[in-house]
Structure formats: structure tokens, C-alpha cells
């Protein structure tokens, strides 16, 4: 038996068991057991296994919050910049199928006190931010248009990305990936063949 | 006190009370109230109310796609029939705000569902995927999308796109649905890049 340094090394060894086994088949001696400790030591750091995925997916919303905000303060170009925060987004919902409560909707959520609700509810508005910082440094440089409702256009491509939709399983049956290039595609050039700009790199699939 | 004379009936009130007081504040009580029946009647008809609101999301989704039909089947442009799909799911939506975040959810994370009723779900949910793939597939057909386009990918992304509308919404918000509707069908259609000349 080892010891827990770390409220860290807890959240770590349960998204690793979540992950594997999903939130409901995990046990809290699951955890015990990936920290190599008794499930007695482990409640004296976590009150219970909901405490511990609420730590969880709060870190992991705000890995994928700090990560976008860090890609809007770079030297890409905007468009670069939009190709990427669509296939993070879209990687992050298939990472986290199953398990992740519903940030990005906003959703009621019973297992969030109002407090914890409420910290969700600020990293969502600071994500939303970010990704209407690329748009608006789009129309500043001149590649995107002027007329643009920046929220509604974040908004419709956060909806995109998050594809609830993508029920029932196997899900979309394509990959991140071709999710991602499609509708960066459909965001910058439209759908209508041949209008707005010149899409060489990411054409339809 | 009346007679539950059809499922249809049961399912219309439910819809109702849901609307008004939303899924967790709905007691069987109220909906009984709303049909003029006993609560032992309505569990009669229908086992537990988790049950019955899966056969009001069911009702909603059959209502977008029949809409989404009618527009499918109508002699309108590609452009023009996109158009409709995309206010007809938010019109739809902004009648049923409180309840519309839970059609294109996975129902299975219900603990009592059946595999008949989740079976169910899954295929009103595809059809009305592949109402909306059939709008684009004609869109490429007659040259107005680019060939080899995934239509059901493109499908999945609007409507995604639409449902996520249930989510942020606001009646009180400084636009109304039709402008909601409008900026987004712009968007897919035209995209949002300033066009480069030649």
C-alpha cells in the first residue's frame, strides 16, 4: 500500500477508471485500487465517487477552455485557428461520449450543487468568448465577413461540434476527424457550390 | 371525472404539462388533472411517468418530420427547402423550450426504458436524419452543393446545429427564432469567409 500526496494524483487515478470502465460501472475501490491504497484513505480526500467526477470533468472542461484560449492569443490565421478549435471540439465530445456532463449545453443538471453550476456556467461563457475572439480576428484581418452575427455564428458552430445528434450509436459512423474538416468547410465556404471564398485545402469529403 | 378515450389523448395533455412546468416538476397528479381523470387510470395506460415522457418526445419528433416531409415533397429549391427545414426545427423548438433539449438526447440513460422503445427512438431519430440528407442529396443532384459531399454527415451537422438552438435560447433575448433561423441558414449556406474576387 502506497500513500496519497496529492488531490491531483485522486482526480488522475478516477479519470483513468472512468474512462476505462465508465462512470457508472466504477467503484470507488476501483480507484483505491489504481492508487494502490485502501478505500478508507481515499475517503478521507473525496466524500464520494459523484465528488470525484465532478473534480474530474471540471479539470478536464478547463484543460479544453485554457487550450482554446492559448490557440486565440497565437500567430495562426484565423482560419487555422477555427480549424482547430472544431476538431478539439469534436474530439473532446468522442473522448468523453459517455461520461461528461453536459458544459456545453448548459443543461439541468441534478448531481451539480448551485455552486458547482455556477462555475460551469463561467467556463462556458469563457469558452464562448474565446471562440468569438477568433471571429472577430477574422473580421478584423479582413478573411471573414463583416456582417457576421459573432454569437449566432459561435453558437451554430458550437452546435455543430457537439453533435448530440450524433445518437443513436455508432454515432455520426465518421471520424472526428471528417466531422471536423466538413464543417469547417461549411462554416467558412458554405454549403452552395461555388460561393465565397476559395476552400483549396478542405474541400467536401 | 372523464374517460382516457386514446393514447393520442394522454400523450397531447402530458406534452402539455411538461411544457408548462418542465419534466422534474411534473407530478402523474398534474397530468391526470389535465385529462379529468384518476391517477389509477392513467397508470392504466402507461407504466411510470418517465414512460410517458419518452412517448411525448416521441410525439415531437414525429412532428418535425412529418414537417420536414411536407418541405422534402414540396416543389421548393434546395436552398429554399433548407431554409424551411432549419425554421421548421426551430420554430418547433421555441414552442417546446423547456422540453426540446431532451428529443435528440440518448434516451437509454433511462433506467426503465425498453429495448422496443429505445429501438423506437433510434429509428424516428434516422428517419428524420434522413429527411434532412434527402434535402441535401437533391441540393447535389441538381448542382447547387458540390458532388461528393456526405449528405448524412452534412445532416448530422444541421441538425445538431438546430438542436443545440433547445439549449440557449431565450424568449426575452434580443432576437426573435425566425432571425435565429434566418443567420444560420446564411451561414451553412453561404459560409462566413469574405469572398475573394475572381
Known amino acids: 500500500m502506497t500513500k496519497i500526496r496529492s488531490r491531483q494524483q485522486v482526480v488522475d487515478a478516477a479519470a483513468k477508471v472512468f474512462a476505462e470502465k465508465g462512470y457508472d460501472n466504477a467503484r470507488i475501490e476501483d480507484i483505491a485500487k489504481e492508487l494502490g491504497v485502501l478505500q478508507g484513505s481515499l475517503y478521507y480526500h473525496v466524500s464520494s465517487k459523484a465528488a470525484l467526477l465532478r473534480l474530474v470533468t471540471r479539470q478536464q472542461f478547463t484543460e479544453v477552455v485554457v487550450k482554446l484560449e492559448k490557440l486565440v492569443t497565437g500567430q495562426e490565421p484565423p482560419r487555422e485557428k477555427l480549424k482547430k478549435a472544431i476538431l478539439a471540439q469534436h474530439r473532446y465530445v468522442d473522448r468523453h461520449r459517455t461520461a461528461s456532463p453536459r458544459w456545453f449545453t448548459e443543461a439541468h443538471d441534478p448531481r451539480r450543487t448551485e455552486i458547482e453550476a455556477e462555475e460551469d456556467t463561467r467556463l462556458l461563457a469563457r469558452y464562448r468568448e474565446a471562440w468569438k475572439s477568433i471571429l472577430k480576428d477574422g473580421i478584423a484581418a479582413g478573411d471573414i465577413s463583416p456582417g457576421i452575427d459573432p454569437t449566432i455564428t459561435v453558437l451554430t458552430l458550437l452546435g455543430m461540434c457537439i453533435s448530440p445528434a450524433a445518437w443513436p450509436p455508432p454515432g455520426p459512423g465518421r471520424s472526428p476527424a471528417t466531422m471536423a474538416a466538413l464543417q469547417l468547410h461549411i462554416a467558412w465556404s458554405g454549403l452552395a457550390a461555388g460561393s465565397a471564398a476559395d476552400d483549396a485545402e478542405a474541400g467536401p469529403a | ?198
Open chain 2, 1 to 198: 371525472m372523464t374517460k382516457i378515450r386514446s393514447k393520442q389523448q394522454l400523450v397531447d395533455a402530458a406534452a402539455k404539462v411538461f411544457e408548462e412546468k418542465g419534466y422534474a416538476a411534473t407530478r402523474i397528479e398534474d397530468i391526470a388533472a389535465a385529462l379529468g381523470v384518476m391517477q389509477g387510470s392513467l397508470y392504466y395506460h402507461v407504466g411510470s411517468k418517465a414512460a410517458l415522457h419518452r412517448l411525448v418526445v416521441q410525439h415531437h419528433l414525429r412532428q418535425l418530420t412529418s414537417g420536414l416531409e411536407a418541405i422534402v415533397e414540396s416543389r421548393a429549391e434546395p436552398a429554399e427547402k433548407l431554409r424551411l427545414a432549419i425554421l421548421g426545427h426551430l420554430v418547433h423548438v421555441e414552442q417546446h423550450l423547456l422540453e426540446a433539449p431532451d428529443w435528440f438526447s440518448n434516451p437509454t440513460r433511462s433506467t426503465d426504458i425498453t429495448d422496443e422503445e429505445t429501438a423506437e427512438h433510434r429509428e424516428l431519430v434516422l428517419r428524420y436524419r434522413a429527411g434532412w440528407a434527402a434535402v441535401v442529396e437533391e441540393a447535389i443532384t441538381r448542382g447547387e452543393i458540390v458532388a461528393g459531399t456526405d449528405a448524412t454527415a452534412v445532416a448530422i451537422s444541421l441538425i445538431s446545429m438546430c438542436d443545440y438552438v433547445s439549449y440557449w435560447f431565450r424568449r426575452d433575448g434580443d432576437k426573435r427564432i425566425e432571425e435565429v433561423a434566418a443567420l444560420q441558414h446564411e451561414l451553412v449556406w453561404s459560409g462566413i469567409a469574405v469572398p475573394r474576387a475572381g
